[in-house]
């Protein structure tokens, strides 16, 4: 089990990592989330004993990372797959690491044979592709056979077979009673995956639940009607469900969006209006949905949507309109991070350059 307590880690007047406490339990599949700049490669190497907290302490299995004897049989990791000496064949970089850790020979070819590099085991790594060089750092993570392992990206890269393969195999590790912790950006894989969800922002913990309780809290359940293609009975639909205290939305492609009423009320509803149902289906939101509703406010780089740009016609492009910059919110708690940050002001644009007659005479005698 990882276990961290009041875990802080600051570099310089910058807070990284701020109090954090979470545990991920063996036998399940932990996802580890957050935006860009929350902390989580942070949290990681401190999990790792790569960087030392500035306080709080994080354990694995009750000891330090740096404590365990052995480590490498322990623990395994993917941080970056490109730590790989280039020159080196796949077979002999998991061969050099085998024998600091004490590990026999024959472990190189099964973890090869595992993650199915065994044809190109001989090959110098520097010729790998993204995906076979995941592939590698996978092998060298499960080298030691160990009980705890932390993925970073694991399926950056890979195609679809390869994400399904790693899916099956994070599943596989946790149901043999290992402590599994993933930190991914890909929300539709990890909602596929994950078990349990910790979810940071700003470095401080966000969520500490699972899956499913994650997206019942961060998000609302609604119901999809449609009706017959008549605006009357529509209307007539949407006041008697309004009435009946529901919240009521039209969606793009005629149909309605409902809240706060129960399917059965709903046909209920209907029925006593005399209005026909073609469609009465629950919706329950996706894992990224949630995910984005709880992260909105611990973004710190967010992409501007200047008004009116999107698809036009062919060969009529969307000017372009700068927007005001974005003002992030302070999210940490008064005093934890100090004052909140002023407001970006819009700078004025540079002067345009003077024109140069020399360049002009050029021009015009060429």
Partial sequence: MIEARGLTKTYGAKTAVYN?????????????????????STTIRMVLGLDAPTSGTVTIAGRPYRQLPNAPR????????????????????????????????????????????????GKRSKGFSLGMGQRLGIAAALLGDPQVLLFDEPVNGLDPEGIHWVRNLMKRLAAEGRTVFVSSHLMSEMALTADHLIVIGRGQLLADMSVKEFIARNSTAYAKVRTPDDAEQREKLTAALAEAGAGVQPEPDGALRVTGLELPRISDVAHGTGVRLWELSPHQASLEEAYMQLTQGAVDYRSAQPPGWGYGQPGQPQPYAPQQPYAPQQFAPPGSFGPPPAAAQPQPAPPAPAADPTAARETEDR
């Fill in 74 to 121: 322990q623990v395994g990791a993917l941080l970056d797959a490109k730590a790989v000496h280039g020159g080196r064949s796949a077979r002999h970089h998991l061969l050099c690491l085998a024998q600091l850790s004490g590990i026999p020979k024959s472990r190189v070819d099964e973890v090869l044979a595992l993650v199915g590099l065994q044809e190109v085991a």
């Fill in 20 to 40: 954090l406490s979470f545990q991920v339990r063996p036998g399940s599949v932990t996802g580890f989330l957050g935006p860009n700049g929350a902390g989580k």
